[in-house]
């Protein structure tokens, strides 16, 4: 999950003298955020600061982050001709602050790696189809359900935006990308199987040449599991809302799983978090690949340290195992 964030106290004081959009677009504060949580918590990898939203801008989306509320469109798609209208990126143009910000981090790091970030297309279509945040994504469904020409075209210019800018940030190091598909669980599986399913086997497969680890996480997807593992990611970000021993058997043995402690637990302190921790990774130690994780991201009343004890407690449990 990204990981930094307002638990941190020296993130809290950036943002007094600085927008959100403002850090994801310079590529020194950029890389700060990036790296923090690697410095203060010892996590094991980096995922870019950045918003989904970023790479909208150059395709012609007008947008601003409103505070505590998200993404607001200016003209939310409605067409075939709004779509029409959305442009190609050109990352190394139009989006050259993040492949700096990359370089930098990467720089920074040294050994380790730093996971690229994007937002999943039905995401991005429902805010671009919305005009903003939505509880019941009501004109994002009914354009999918009636005007399939439309949908089509949008999902496919928002998959070749994608893969352009996750094949970017690999070029300037990135190790690892992850796609959130933060918003899909609001579809049944049908739709899912219909709407997004063809859209994002063809992101992972024009991926798949990169050779860099390919995520895919969503909010809310246990109904999808076994559809998303059809997308053919490397690793499958799971939710606290499904056991990890009942993603395994669902999905099966070819996709490693990512999570999924519900970040709220983390809030009740180390004491209420040791065992459930303990209890995932001798879960997962005989598993083919597993990455521990929240199972979304951090909550900004986090205390740090108990974040720092949960990374220790995996390392430790890991090196029991006989794993870094």
């Known amino acids: 999950m990204r990981q930094a964030g307002r638990y941190q106290l020296r993130?809290?004081?950036?943002?007094?003298?600085?927008?959100?959009?403002?850090?994801?677009?310079?590529?020194?504060?950029?890389?700060d955020v990036t790296c923090w949580p690697v410095?203060?918590?010892?996590?094991?990898?980096?995922?870019?600061?950045?918003?989904?939203?970023?790479?909208?801008?150059?395709m012609g989306v007008d947008f601003h982050i409103k505070e505590s509320v998200g993404p607001i469109i200016a003209n939310p798609i409605r067409s075939l001709s709004d779509v029409q209208r959305l442009l190609p990126i050109d990352p190394a143009k139009d989006l050259s602050y993040v492949l700096r910000a990359v370089e930098l981090i990467t720089r920074r790091l040294g050994s380790t790696p730093l996971i690229g970030f994007a937002g999943g297309p039905f995401t991005?279509?429902?805010?671009?189809?919305?005009?903003?945040?939505s509880r019941n994504y009501m004109h994002t469904k009914r354009l999918m359900w009636t005007e399939p020409v439309v949908w089509d075209a949008l999902m496919n210019k928002l998959v070749d935006m994608v893969v352009v800018h996750l094949k970017a940030q690999i070029d300037a190091g990135a190790q690892a990308v992850q796609v959130f598909d933060s918003w899909v669980g609001a579809l049944a599986p049908d739709d899912f199987a219909q709407f997004v399913?063809?859209?994002?086997?063809?992101?992972?497969?024009?991926?798949?040449?990169?050779?860099?680890?390919?995520?895919?996480?969503?909010?809310g997807t246990?109904?999808?599991?076994?559809?998303?593992?059809?997308?053919?990611?490397?690793v499958l970000g799971v939710d606290w809302r499904v056991p990890l021993t009942e993603a395994r058997r669902r999905i099966g043995q070819g996709i490693a799983l990512q999570g999924n402690l519900d970040p709220v637990r983390?809030?009740?302190g180390y004491d209420a978090v040791k065992d459930t921790v303990?209890?995932?990774?001798?879960?997962?130690?005989?598993?083919?690949?597993y990455i521990f994780n929240l199972g979304h991201g951090v909550l900004p009343q986090t205390d740090p340290l108990v974040l720092r004890q949960?990374?220790?407690?995996?390392?430790?449990?890991?090196?029991q195992e006989g794993k870094a």
Do not use: W
């Open 39 to 58: 410095e203060d918590l010892g996590v094991d990898a980096a995922i870019l600061f950045s918003d989904i939203m970023v790479p909208l801008g150059p």
């Open 278 to 289: 303990g209890q995932m990774v001798a879960t997962m130690k005989n598993q083919p690949g």
């Open 266 to 268: 983390a809030l009740a």
């Open 11 to 31: 993130y809290r004081a950036l943002r007094k003298d600085h927008g959100f959009m403002e850090l994801a677009t310079n590529p020194d504060l950029c890389a």
């Open 222 to 234: 246990g109904s999808l599991l076994e559809l998303m593992a059809q997308a053919k990611p490397d």
């Open 197 to 219: 399913l063809p859209y994002m086997r063809r992101l992972f497969l024009a991926l798949e040449s990169q050779k860099a680890p390919r995520i895919y996480f969503g909010v």
């Open 310 to 319: 949960i990374v220790t407690l995996v390392h430790q449990a890991g090196q």
């Open 124 to 133: 991005l279509a429902s805010y671009m189809v919305e005009g903003g945040p």
